[in-house]
T-cell receptor
């Protein structure tokens, strides 16, 4: 089955700097890759997603890139702000009424 | 913006007891999911549900688990005889269709087994 690896497990950056979180997946049939942000005690909140027919997607300060050949995708956050501090999860899904397989999460801390 | 709602927010149950977790998916969504998250760990898939039947389930979703859509709005997860290791946050999610449509999560039910 699908396996998603996520790195790093913790990331600390200065406010205003960029943050990059990377994920790899194992199943070449996966074609949908969402990123969720989870604040303490709250629901995972979808922040951006990308489908396999696209290599990059951007939404204001957030971007995601996908390399299908290498089976990895990354989240980029630019001009980080304190409210970006949270745990970020990547996930991979496929066709059909599919499950999402999540990575282990990255705890991002933005230092003022 | 429509949301997935879950009740209760926190459930405390004695080991061996049955528990039912309730969810109201977003109204025009057709696909429903349950996930769980043990404290400090990643989110794990339990089951997906479409057209009144299970589409896919994980190894975690054994005979002690069942799901039901008892009416047009609710989606429930039942654990028949709870174990200590069932203690976790349980999230319900829904999506408009299955072809890579975003899954929207509820706020979760924290289940504590004593």
């Amino acid at each position: 089955g699908e396996n998603v690896e996520q790195h790093p497990s913790t990331l600390s950056v200065q406010e205003g700097d960029s943050a990059v979180i990377k994920c790899t997946y194992s199943d070449s049939a996966s074609n949908y890759f969402p990123w969720y942000k989870q604040e303490l005690g709250k629901r995972p909140q979808l922040i951006i997603d990308i489908r396999s027919n696209v290599g990059e997607k951007k939404d204001q300060r957030i971007a995601v890139t996908l390399n299908k050949t290498a089976k990895h995708f990354s989240l980029h956050i630019t001009e980080t702000q304190p409210e970006d501090s949270a745990v970020y999860f990547c996930a991979a899904g496929g066709y059909g009424a599919q499950k999402l397989v999540f990575g282990q999460g990255t705890r991002l801390t933005i230092n003022p | 913006e429509p949301e997935v709602t879950q009740t209760p927010s926190h459930q405390v149950t004695q080991m061996g007891q049955e528990v039912i977790l309730r969810c109201v998916p977003i109204s025009n969504h057709l696909y429903f999911y349950w996930y769980r998250q043990i404290l400090g760990q990643k989110v794990e898939f339990l089951v997906s549900f479409y057209n009144n039947e299970i589409s896919e389930k994980s190894e975690i979703f054994d005979d002690q688990f069942s799901v039901e859509r008892p009416d047009g709005s609710n989606f429930t997860l039942k654990i028949r005889s709870t174990k200590l290791e069932d203690s976790a946050m349980y999230f319900c999610a829904s999506s408009a269709d299955s072809f890579n449509q975003p899954q929207h999560f509820g706020d979760g039910t924290r289940l504590s087994i004593l």
